[in-house]
């Protein structure tokens, strides 16, 4: 079945960069695939969207311009390019996807924690 793993978390100083991988395995079609984060205290935030067919992508205001999303088709993976990091940007990140099949419904990675701190 779906399994969906990140990787590439970890401590950075502010304005700092990191890149965020999610490799997603099993047998599945893919609608789109995301980034959320979860700070204590807070609801969970969409922070990075792309839809699988043609690489269409979502960004809210707090991350536009500093974060990018981009996807490797062969490889199932979908990747978080986070620059100019703020301590604002501190939470766990989860990988989210919108599967089609087998069963319609979102998957969830296990989250990594991104710490911003001088």
């Known amino acids: 079945q779906v399994q969906l793993v990140e990787s590439g978390g970890g401590l950075v100083q502010p304005g700092g960069s990191l890149r965020l991988s999610c490799a997603a395995s099993g047998s599945f079609s893919i609608y789109h695939m995301g980034w959320y984060r979860q700070a204590p205290g807070k609801l969970r935030e969409l922070v990075a969207n792309i839809v699988w067919s043609g690489g269409s992508t979502y960004y809210p205001d707090s991350v536009k311009g500093r974060f990018t999303i981009s996807r490797d088709n062969a490889k199932n993976t979908v990747y978080l390019q986070m620059n100019s990091l703020q301590s604002e940007d501190t939470a766990v990140y989860f990988c989210?996807?919108?599967?089609?099949?087998?069963?319609?419904?979102?998957?969830w990675g296990q989250g990594t924690q991104v710490t911003v701190s001088s």
């Open positions: 989210n996807a919108l599967l089609l099949t087998p069963v319609r419904g979102e998957y």
